[in-house]
């Protein structure tokens, strides 16, 4: 038998999915990572637990599911997009890297846009928005200007692991694209954004497609991952990238929408643009000259675990969601907001925080529980708004990610969105999306459009079911109004903490 290996790293864990020339999964494995929360609006990981925690998941797939490291012949990469890894002269980790869900960056994407103006979006097809890269080597450059100094290059988190799995200094241009620091219609790091802000266009890693060739499985990595140095490695690509690819949204009309840590709804885009204003993202797609459009919720999956965290955390997931069927449509009359880190997309407001709405002493666990899977998709009708009102509508979605093993939640999305809901005979998108860039780096397949034909899996399809549909309706114009009631008092509060602490 011969397998590849995709390798999600996602925010909460990495994933390491074996697949086979059919693409069956033939093993899977996933291993988890803290997040680092020092301060307010704060969110780092160490680069170290990443390598850790993939090179366990890699060795339990090969000691305890027994796959053949000599059978498997190429793997690739998914990744967390935006988040920041600076290497020195010796391509050592300078400092533990910011995230795509850090907010400190307020103030630096207020800067850009004073500075460049409309410009900007004209250059990236993009705003500078506190999540994406570049804002947060501005703030390096502002508050740790002796780190600034001794960059010698940046990458992306699955950069990162690559290069530590093979030597290779690169990145992909779909990751690149959320760093907004490409030139979207040159495909080249820009100097006119570079410059401006005195960021050396030299720290810039080299650009390349996803399924590039990166080398091989270094003999230091092998000798402790037990992988072969015989297995070729392809560059890969942003998980969203790389969720759409295993999502099979390769052509025009096809959406997903995820339920990570983040929460994402994506529409596949023939060309990039900057006629949306940036109201969505516009980035590369891992199919080279193909883009995806996206808004993203930054607490979606996440406000999940953190009430899991607080109220249960001794039970498993799959249990603590199972609550939710004893609470009713509306959670008996419970809203929740999941601003937890602030919001990206629509508000683009790094000071929000989320809230409860209608609290009662009649509630039980059950309905915060329903309540915060039916607030996270209120957020996901948000996004779905936005392609609405730029005539570009979706008329049925995938579903992919951690969200997507739960029935219930899959049902939710099918009543508030009002439109098919599709899930994948594997949960597992961008894992997949990853292990597919291999297929294709590897020649196994002409290109990604056949690999999504043999590897891409349609399941269950969940239809709206009216009653539920108009109940749910009465409740999204209720919690519209949430954030504009909302924002300033959270506002207030986040300075008070601010303060305070
Ligand atoms: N059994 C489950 N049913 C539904 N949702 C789940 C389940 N297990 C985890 N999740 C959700 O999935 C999220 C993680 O999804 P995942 O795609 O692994 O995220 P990431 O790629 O960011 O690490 C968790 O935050 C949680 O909300
Ligand atoms: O910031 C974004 C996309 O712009 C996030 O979607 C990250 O890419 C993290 O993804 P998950 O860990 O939630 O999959």
């Given at each position: ?306 009430l899991k965290k607080i109220l249960d955390n001794k039970t498993t997931f799959g249990k603590f969601i199972l609550e939710a069927r004893h609470s009713t449509i509306g959670a008996n009359g419970l809203l929740f907001s999941p601003y937890l880190v602030g ?159």
């Amino acid at each position: 038998m011969k397998y590849v290996l995709g390798i999600d790293l996602g925010t909460s864990s990495v994933k390491v999915s074996v697949v086979d020339k059919m693409g069956r999964m033939a093993a899977q494995r996933s291993e988890s990572y803290d997040l680092l929360q020092k301060q307010i609006g704060y969110s780092e990981q160490n680069p170290e637990d990443w390598v850790r925690a993939t090179t366990k998941a890699i060795r339990n797939i090969i000691d305890l599911d027994r796959i053949n490291a000599t059978e498997i012949e190429s793997l690739s990469y998914s990744g967390q997009m935006h988040g920041l890894v600076l290497l020195d002269d010796n391509y050592r980790v300078l400092r533990p890297a910011i995230l795509w869900n850090d907010t400190r960056t307020v103030e630096q994407s207020r800067q850009i846009l004073k500075k460049m103006g409309k410009g900007f979006l004209k250059i990236t097809h993009n705003l500078p928005l506190e999540g994406f890269t570049l804002p947060k080597l501005l703030w390096i450059q502002d508050n740790e200007p002796e780190i600034f100094k001794k960059i010698k290059v940046f990458l992306l988190p699955k950069d990162y692991l690559r290069y530590r799995m093979t030597g290779h200094i690169a990145t992909d241009y779909s990751d690149a694209a959320g760093t907004v620091m490409l030139d979207a219609k040159k495909n080249t790091w820009s100097r006119e954004i570079c410059q401006p802000f005195a960021i050396p266009l030299e720290i810039c890693p080299p650009l390349g497609n996803s399924d590039a060739y990166a080398g091989n499985i270094t003999k230091q990595y092998a000798s402790i991952s037990q992988l072969s140095t015989h297995i070729k490695v392809y560059v890969g690509a942003a998980d969203n990238a790389a969720g759409a690819l295993g999502a099979g949204i390769v052509r025009e009309e096809t959406a997903l929408c995820s339920i990570g840590t983040s929460g994402v709804v994506l529409k596949y885009a023939d060309k990039s643009s900057s006629s949306l204003n940036g109201k969505l993202h516009v980035f590369n797609h891992a199919i080279p000259g193909k883009y995806y459009m996206m808004g993203v919720t930054l607490s979606a999956g996440y406000s999940l675990s953190w009430l899991k965290k607080i109220l249960d955390n001794k039970t498993t997931f799959g249990k603590f969601i199972l609550e939710a069927r004893h609470s009713t449509i509306g959670a008996n009359g419970l809203l929740f907001s999941p601003y937890l880190v602030g919001e990206r997309t629509p508000y683009d407001d790094g000071n929000v925080r989320g809230s409860f709405i209608g609290l009662d002493s009649n509630h039980k666990q059950a309905d915060l529980v329903r309540s915060v899977m039916e607030g996270i998709v209120f957020s996901f009708k948000d996004l779905l708004n936005i392609y609405k009102v730029n005539h570009s509508e979706v008329k049925s979605i995938i579903s992919i990610g951690g969200g997507a093993k739960s029935d219930l939640w899959l049902q939710i999305q099918a009543d508030i969105f009002d439109i098919p809901v599709i899930c994948l005979t594997n949960e597992q998108g961008p894992g997949l999306g990853a292990a597919m860039i291999a297929a294709v780096g590897t020649g196994w397949f002409q290109n990604f459009q056949d690999c999504g034909k043999e590897f891409v899996e349609r399941g269950k399809i969940y239809l709206p079911e009216p009653k539920n549909v108009q109940k749910y309706c009465e409740l999204y114009r209720i919690y519209r109004q949430i954030y504009k009631a909302t924002a300033d008092i959270s506002h207030q509060l986040v300075d008070f903490r601010k303060k305070n602490f």
